[in-house]
């Protein structure tokens, strides 16, 4: 039985490409198509397909937050990122707010389909052209002593997000949010959460 796949697209050419390469494996099955973020929290609330492929920049929304409502209303889809870019920080932001995998769209339509499968599986697939200082950054953070929720609630204020923001775009609660920020300051030594984002940039870590 195929796995049906739902592709989120703004650029019709790109939507219309990725279905044929789709179609080409009798695995997967399109079973529709969104060119927004709120079209696609609508169209998968009404057709719960098995994966969904998103574009990382959307006109609308922006990933993490389509994420978030992709995940409220078909928590089981897996959802894999797809950009033009190497855009190494959108990229993990959309990781980090529960996509099971991000892909760049130069990717052969064999890798392509390979790649929507072993997510299917279970896998967390990234291009490693995406995330190419994973480990230095790995490094900094044991360094650092913080931990990966800790770096992720930092790394969302240093894009300037409220703590609000940051519990909408991570699933946490705003109490939760606010104590991995006082643990990261006490382990950065930072007084204030501007000091501690200009430590951790530092370190090697933003």
């Known amino acids: 039985m195929s796995s049906t796949v739902l592709v989120v697209d703004d650029h019709p050419v ?23 973020g709120h079209a696609a929290i609508e169209r998968v609330a009404e057709l719960c397909p098995d994966l969904v492929l998103l574009d990382l920049r959307l006109p609308d929304m922006l990933a993490p937050e389509v994420i978030a409502g992709l995940r409220r209303e078909h928590p089981r889809a897996k ?8 855009d190494h920080q959108g990229v993990v932001a959309a ?25 299917l599986h279970g896998e967390r697939v990234v ?5 190419p200082d994973d480990g230095e950054r790995s490094n900094a953070l044991a ?8 770096y992720e609630v930092l790394r969302l204020a240093a894009q300037g997000k409220t ?9 946490l609660t705003r109490n939760t949010v606010k ?24 370190a090697g870590l933003l």
Not at 22 to 31: E, G, N, Q, Y
């Open 14 to 36: 790109v939507r219309d490409g990725v279905t044929m390469l789709l179609r080409s494996d009798p695995s997967l099955a399109i079973v529709g198509s969104a060119e927004s």
């Open 79 to 86: 959802i894999v990122v797809f950009t033009a870019h190497g």
């Open 179 to 202: 104590t991995y920020l006082q643990s990261a300051l006490h382990k950065l030594g930072a007084r204030n959460r501007v000091e501690a984002i200009g430590k951790a940039s530092e």
């Open 143 to 150: 360094r650092s002593g913080l931990t990966r929720r800790e």
């Open 95 to 119: 990781l980090e707010a529960g996509a099971n995998g991000g892909l760049l769209k130069d990717v052969a339509g064999t890798d392509l389909t390979a790649a929507l499968r072993r997510v």
């Open 127 to 131: 291009d490693p052209r995406i995330m």
């Open 163 to 171: 703590n609000p923001e940051i519990a909408q775009a991570t699933g």
